[in-house]
């Protein structure tokens, strides 16, 4: 059986490589053996796997997967065989998900609707679950306030904007390109009255479009309730590949009073004169991790709480994902590589 891993070169070059494993012969008193169908690729993040200790000679690719129950642990109480899953390998998983058949904790798993394809419930429930923690659980998002989503057109982006307009709050948008700013006005829910899920599209391609004076415009000059980024420029000389991230004193000039900014910038670097503008506004900055729902025992029952809510609204089509054509597994290292470059704007799922 194979699967695909990571593996770092002295050099600290990521390469991808397509290996042989073995699926352990004893399954665990709360384990599953899955046999996948549909495993979703997303960047490893290298730098978290070493602050945990995590650090292998091969580390597993592919941890969003969905695939039909074989055989259930004395133990399991959720899932029996033939049951449609849908879950998320853990960080310290030992076996990628593109192996045909994986071992996972019951407890991270949920039923997959009927109507519901392998390749959106993979494709979707990662991006979801960093929505519902950037919304619900950072910003406590309520009806009528106003949601600023930096690149609205990315996978996490597109769901983030569908989760928000779900629950009455008036989302804007900021497009990277012309075609994403077509993409985005365009966008209407499937069901009930068919507005615009985006009340504005900022293009921030356009230099003559300035992000900052067109929030307040939208606002009345208040400020956005809650702001989702998607990085940070930090200082005024940074690379080209940052070039459409707005600088972090712009962001912090946008947030209304009482707002909340969740980033995704790891090594965000604030200066007293930025932490004072946030102390004058009394907002709060948040750390948007959302791998974070693992490191406390206490907090798995709203873990699966989440992921069962987004396998039911992507069964209603309040959730549309952005996926693209399911690619065969010979493919997987080609599109593993253009993943972890970010050279793709929409989700990759291998077809198993």
């Given at each position: 059986?194979?699967g695909?891993?990571c593996?770092?070169?002295?050099?600290?070059?990521?390469k991808?490589?397509?290996?042989?494993?073995?699926v352990?012969t004893?399954?665990?008193?709360?384990?599953?053996?899955?046999?996948?169908?549909?495993?979703?690729l997303?960047?490893?993040?290298?730098?978290?796997?070493?602050?945990?200790k995590?650090?292998?000679?091969h580390?597993?690719?592919?941890?969003?997967i969905?695939?039909?129950v074989?055989?259930v642990?004395p133990?399991?109480?959720?899932?029996?065989?033939?049951?449609?899953?849908?879950?998320?390998?853990?960080l310290?998983?030992?076996?990628?998900?593109?192996?045909d058949?994986?071992l996972?904790?019951?407890?991270?798993?949920v039923?997959?609707?009927?109507?519901?394809?392998?390749f959106?419930?993979?494709?979707?429930?990662?991006?979801a679950?960093?929505?519902?923690?950037?919304?619900?659980?950072?910003?406590r998002m309520?009806?009528?306030?106003t949601?600023?989503?930096?690149?609205?057109?990315?996978?996490?982006g597109?769901?983030?904007?569908?989760?928000?307009?779900y629950?009455?709050?008036k989302?804007?948008?900021?497009?990277v390109?012309l075609?994403?700013?077509?993409?985005?006005?365009?966008?209407r829910?499937?069901?009930?009255?068919?507005?615009s899920?985006v009340a504005?599209?900022?293009?921030v391609?356009?230099s003559?479009?300035?992000?900052v004076?067109s929030c307040?415009?939208?606002?009345?000059?208040?400020?956005?309730?809650?702001?989702?980024?998607?990085?940070v420029?930090?200082?005024?000389e940074?690379?080209e590949?940052?070039?459409?991230?707005?600088?972090?004193?712009?962001i912090i000039?946008?947030?209304?009073?009482?707002?909340h900014?969740?980033?995704?910038?790891?090594?965000?670097?604030?200066?007293?004169?930025d932490?004072?503008?946030?102390?004058?506004?009394?907002?709060?900055?948040?750390?948007?991790?959302?791998?974070?729902?693992?490191?406390?025992r206490?907090?798995?029952?709203?873990?699966?709480?989440i992921?069962k809510?987004?396998?039911?609204k992507l069964?209603?089509?309040?959730?549309?994902?952005?996926?693209?054509?399911?690619?065969?597994?010979?493919?997987?290292?080609?599109?593993?590589?253009?993943?972890?470059?970010?050279?793709?704007?929409?989700r990759?799922?291998?077809?198993?």
């Amino acid at each position: 059986m194979k699967g695909l891993y990571c593996k770092l070169s002295e050099a600290g070059e990521v390469k991808f490589i397509i290996q042989e494993t073995s699926v352990p012969t004893t399954i665990g008193n709360h384990q599953v053996k899955v046999q996948v169908k549909g495993c979703a690729l997303s960047p490893v993040d290298i730098k978290l796997c070493e602050d945990l200790k995590l650090q292998r000679e091969h580390i597993p690719v592919g941890r969003e997967i969905a695939g039909v129950v074989l055989q259930v642990g004395p133990k399991v109480t959720f899932f029996q065989p033939d049951d449609e899953v849908v879950g998320i390998l853990p960080l310290d998983a030992e076996m990628s998900g593109l192996c045909d058949v994986v071992l996972i904790d019951e407890y991270n798993l949920v039923q997959k609707p009927e109507k519901v394809s392998w390749f959106e419930a993979a494709g979707a429930i990662k991006d979801a679950l960093r929505a519902y923690t950037a919304l619900h659980t950072l910003a406590r998002m309520a009806v009528g306030h106003t949601l600023l989503v930096l690149d609205g057109a990315s996978p996490f982006g597109l769901l983030a904007i569908q989760l928000a307009h779900y629950h009455g709050v008036k989302v804007l948008a900021t497009a990277v390109s012309l075609e994403d700013q077509k993409f985005l006005e365009q966008l209407r829910p499937s069901v009930g009255v068919l507005e615009s899920l985006v009340a504005r599209v900022i293009g921030v391609w356009d230099s003559k479009v300035d992000l900052v004076d067109s929030c307040l415009e939208e606002t009345g000059g208040l400020g956005v309730d809650i702001v989702i980024d998607t990085g940070v420029r930090l200082y005024e000389e940074e690379s080209e590949v940052k070039k459409h991230l707005p600088y972090k004193h712009d962001i912090i000039s946008l947030l209304g009073v009482g707002g909340h900014w969740v980033t995704t910038e790891d090594n965000l670097q604030l200066d007293p004169p930025d932490s004072r503008n946030l102390f004058l506004k009394a907002a709060s900055v948040s750390f948007l991790n959302e791998e974070v729902w693992e490191a406390s025992r206490a907090r798995q029952g709203r873990y699966l709480h989440i992921m069962k809510d987004v396998v039911e609204k992507l069964a209603t089509g309040t959730f549309r994902p952005l996926v693209e054509n399911p690619v065969p597994l010979y493919e997987a290292t080609v599109s593993m590589e253009m993943v972890q470059r970010r050279q793709l704007r929409k989700r990759v799922v291998v077809k198993l």
